[in-house]
């Protein structure tokens, strides 16, 4: 059993231990200092031994030509905050010129070591939002950010990018209502690849530019799924030349039950009884309990204008299940015909806007692609951003999204 001498005796070759490999450094000192907020700081120093030599990452080695004393704000020890302060020398590198030496526990001009910027990656991959982690740690949110930056960076370029042939775009919020990202997904591998400010189609160019810069040019992109934003539109037109646009059934669906809802609505202002019943009409059928089932019933029977709208709504779902593209297009057209028929103005909108965006609703039945991936990754989205309560910009924002949706692999020390 070690009694206090020894391991007096042996601290520096511990601490030497917990910090890793830092030869030809070894540890000089070791203090515990009162900090101004009347903390308890530990302080360990490093120097090395007179003409030692160091060899960079290239094999390269020199002697010191001179040295300046370096700090590292390093893991804590136990509750006490720990920093390494290190002599680092200026050595000749293998060009002849005169460098500051890579020390092997820091990045080059930061303020802490690998293994406390591994210690905070960790924190924010158990869910903690980064002003938290900041606030844990003792250290400014903004300093936390940047180590986030860092290894979000450097992940995403080591990461393999090249033949993504189908796209799904979307948008989605920073903030509740305004300040709009473009998030562009990789459909096969169900992954975030890039992240643009904005919400037009210079989003889509700069997307399709990120792709050439990988290795996987925009122009053997076949397939992209987006909603029926003219910005998209054009943008995809102007950038994935030789890919076939689908419109995601999700948004298409979206605009038939929101004619169907305005239908509701109209004839609220005079029936006291769809009180309460939007989601009656607009859920699945399969999805309502017996009660709101015999509900529905009821009121289609009592309210024929609501209940055509309904029956139109419902028809319209048997679309997406089809996969001959030829009865698709009757049936489309059929169900257009029906809805100018109803003479319900609502619906009439709906069909005339299915209409204008034919070819790439149709599209849907050959390709099978859509953005029901990008809605999952959205929520995901909007989970982090509710735990966070927003965030301050939209670069944060960028690389969270990257972190949580781009299954990128990290390579801090574990």
Sequence with gaps: MLNYLSLRMNSKQLFEIAIGDIKPW??????????KGGKKELHLTLDFVSGSVFTDTKGHSSKAYDTALRTWRHLNFFEHECYIHAYVPRVTNE???????????ARTNQGFTLLFEAYAMSLIELEMPVSNVAKLVDEYDQRIWSIFHHHIAIAQAHTDYTNIKEVGI???SRKK??????????L?????????????????????EFLDQKGSPKAEVTQVSI????AFIKGCTDTFANAALTFDHFHVTKEVNKALDE??????????????????FLKNPQSLNDKKRAELQDLIKLYPTIGEAYRLKELFREFWTMDDVTKAEIFLTDWCVQVTKSKIQPMIKAANTIKAHWSGIINFIQSKISNG???????KIQLAKKRARGYRNDNNFKSMILFIAGKLNFDYPL
Excluded at 200 to 207: F, K, M, P
Excluded at 273 to 279: A, D, I, Q, R, V
Excluded at 373 to 379: F, Q, R, T, V
Aim: hydrophobic share 30%; proline share 2%; charged share 35%.
């Design 26 to 35: 070894h540890i000089e000192t070791i203090e515990f200092k009162t900090s």
């Design 95 to 105: 060009e002849g010129a005169i460098v500051r030496f890579q020390v092997p526990w």
């Design 170 to 172: 979307d948008e989605t």
């Design 177 to 186: 209502g305004h300040d709009y990202v473009t998030v562009g997904v990789d």
């Design 188 to 208: 096969e591998k169900r992954r975030v690849f890039d992240v643009q400010t904005g919400k037009d189609s210079a989003c889509v160019e700069r997307l399709g």
């Design 227 to 230: 909603d029926m934003s003219p």
């Design 263 to 280: 239908v509701r609505k109209i004839e609220r202002k005079e029936a006291k009884e769809l009180k309460g019943h939007k989601y009656t």
């Design 373 to 379: 991936i990008l809605e999952g990754i959205n929520s």
